[in-house]
């Protein structure tokens, strides 16, 4: 059982550039999540998914595309990367929402020049 | 929207000592709380939880946190630090998964 997995570990793009973050779990989980990491701010979420098929916006979409044709897979599109979008990106997952836990990926560690 | 503060963005303790991280929220109903741990180069974990109930709530790796309405914290303890528990730690607030805000962390340093 690998839990939530994430590749690229890290990523350098040039601004313009487009590029997808994976995301993957291996529990069933119907719920999964995508937050952005940058330093004083904690982790915002970005866009999440409650089921197959199913996505929505969180806190920061903006610049951010999901898509959800599996249960297992939930990958993040940068369409025109900015530098702004330099941060660390987690992935992670819950059996249904509400009051489940959340279980965290290790981390992609973007870098937008 | 919630939202979440936590007032210490550093702390050092030394091995042994007690711990007090603190954590305020502002939402206008009952809301979940959450504290989460980060080790460097790592994902979140769950240390614990509050939804309802008993207002002192235990979790993982011996620490526990207390749910004050009155004074909206959620504040996380431990009777004695270890030299693994170096990390940083996040509260979080929530109605439910899909609207969770996070603080911005107190990254935590522990003393030999």
């Known amino acids: 059982n690998a839990g939530v997995t994430q590749t690229p570990k890290f990523q350098v793009l040039k601004t313009g550039q487009s590029m997808t973050l994976q995301c993957a779990q291996d529990m069933n989980h119907e719920y999964m999540s995508w937050y952005r990491q940058d330093p004083g701010m904690g982790l915002r979420l970005i866009h999440y998914?409650?089921?197959?098929?199913?996505?929505d916006q969180g806190e920061v979409p903006n610049g951010y595309n999901v898509s959800r044709s599996t249960t297992e897979d939930f990958p993040l599109r940068l369409l025109s990367a900015a530098p702004s979008q330099t941060s660390v990106y987690f992935c992670a997952s819950s059996y249904l929402a509400g009051q489940e836990t959340q279980y965290f990926g290790p981390g992609t560690r973007l870098l937008v020049l | 929207a919630q939202s979440v503060t936590q007032p210490d963005i550093h702390i050092t303790v030394s091995e042994g000592a007690s711990l007090e991280l603190r954590c305020n929220y502002s939402?206008?109903?009952?809301?979940?709380l959450f504290w989460y741990v980060q080790s460097p180069g790592q994902g979140l974990q769950l240390l614990l939880k509050?939804?309802?109930?008993?207002?002192l709530v235990q979790g993982i790796k011996g620490f526990e946190a207390e749910f004050k309405r009155s004074q909206s914290s959620f504040n996380l303890r431990k009777p004695s630090v270890h030299w693994s528990d170096a990390a940083e730690y996040f509260c979080a607030v929530a109605r439910n998964n899909n609207d969770m805000r996070f603080g911005a962390g107190t990254r935590l340093t522990v003393k030999p």
């Open positions: 509050y939804f309802s109930g008993d207002t």
């Open positions: 939402y206008g109903a009952t809301p979940y």
């Open positions: 998914s409650v089921g197959a098929g199913i996505t």
